[in-house]
C-alpha cells in the first residue's frame, strides 16, 4: 500500500511539473517577443480538449487605463500545431484579437490603445478547442498624453 501511495505522488508530481515547466519555459521566451515594453504579468494557460459545444478558454479581468498603449503577447507550447488565441473585450465589444481568420494566420499578440478607463476581458482560447500549454504576456508600452 505505501509503495502505491509513493507511486502515485511520483506521478502526479511529474504532472503538475511538466506544466509548471511547460509555463515557465514559455514566460522566459515570451519575455525576449515583447521589445521594448515593460513586462508587467503574465497569464498561464493551460487546456484541456474542448468538448464540441463547449469549447475551453480561460477568462481574466484586467483594468486598464485611459491613454495607456499595452502589449498583449501569446506565446505556445511547441507541440501543438494550433495557436493560443487572446481577445480584448468588455461586455459589449472585442477590441483586439491575435488572430487574423481572413488570413488564416496567428499574430503572436497585439498592441491595445485603451481608449477608456475600465474593467476589460482577456480571454484565452485554442483554435479549434484543442488541448495545450501556453502564455500571454501582458506589458506596458507608453502612455500617449494629450499635452
Same mark, same amino acid.
Given at each position: 500500500?505505501?509503495?502505491?501511495? /509513493? =507511486?502515485?505522488? +511520483? =506521478? +502526479?508530481? &511529474?504532472?503538475?511539473?511538466?506544466?509548471?515547466?511547460? @509555463? #515557465?519555459? +514559455?514566460?522566459? /521566451?515570451?519575455?525576449?517577443? *515583447?521589445?521594448?515594453?515593460?513586462? *508587467?504579468?503574465?497569464?498561464?494557460?493551460?487546456?484541456?480538449?474542448?468538448?464540441?459545444?463547449?469549447?475551453?478558454?480561460?477568462?481574466?479581468?484586467?483594468?486598464? #487605463?485611459?491613454?495607456?498603449?499595452?502589449? $498583449?503577447?501569446?506565446?505556445?507550447?511547441?507541440?501543438? #500545431?494550433?495557436? +493560443?488565441?487572446?481577445?480584448?473585450?468588455?461586455? /459589449?465589444?472585442?477590441?483586439? =484579437?491575435? %488572430?487574423?481568420?481572413?488570413?488564416?494566420?496567428?499574430?503572436?499578440? $497585439?498592441? !491595445?490603445?485603451?481608449?477608456? &478607463?475600465?474593467? /476589460?476581458?482577456? &480571454?484565452? !482560447?485554442?483554435?479549434?478547442? &484543442? #488541448?495545450?500549454?501556453?502564455?500571454?504576456?501582458?506589458? %506596458?508600452?507608453?502612455?500617449? @498624453?494629450?499635452?
Amino acid at each position: 500500500m505505501k509503495r502505491f501511495l /509513493y =507511486i502515485s505522488f +511520483l =506521478i +502526479l508530481g &511529474t504532472i503538475t511539473n511538466s506544466n509548471a515547466q511547460c @509555463s #515557465e519555459i +514559455l514566460i522566459t /521566451y515570451g519575455k525576449t517577443q *515583447i521589445g521594448d515594453a515593460s513586462y *508587467i504579468c503574465d497569464y498561464k494557460v493551460v487546456l484541456d480538449k474542448s468538448k464540441k459545444r463547449k469549447p475551453a478558454f480561460a477568462n481574466y479581468k484586467i483594468k486598464l #487605463e485611459k491613454d495607456n498603449l499595452y502589449r $498583449f503577447t501569446t506565446v505556445n507550447d511547441l507541440a501543438n #500545431e494550433n495557436p +493560443l488565441i487572446a481577445k480584448i473585450s468588455d461586455d /459589449y465589444n472585442v477590441y483586439a =484579437i491575435s %488572430f487574423d481568420d481572413s488570413k488564416n494566420k496567428d499574430k503572436g499578440g $497585439f498592441d !491595445f490603445l485603451c481608449k477608456k &478607463t475600465q474593467n /476589460y476581458y482577456l &480571454t484565452c !482560447f485554442y483554435k479549434d478547442g &484543442t #488541448e495545450g500549454c501556453g502564455a500571454v504576456l501582458f506589458s %506596458f508600452v507608453k502612455t500617449y @498624453s494629450k499635452y
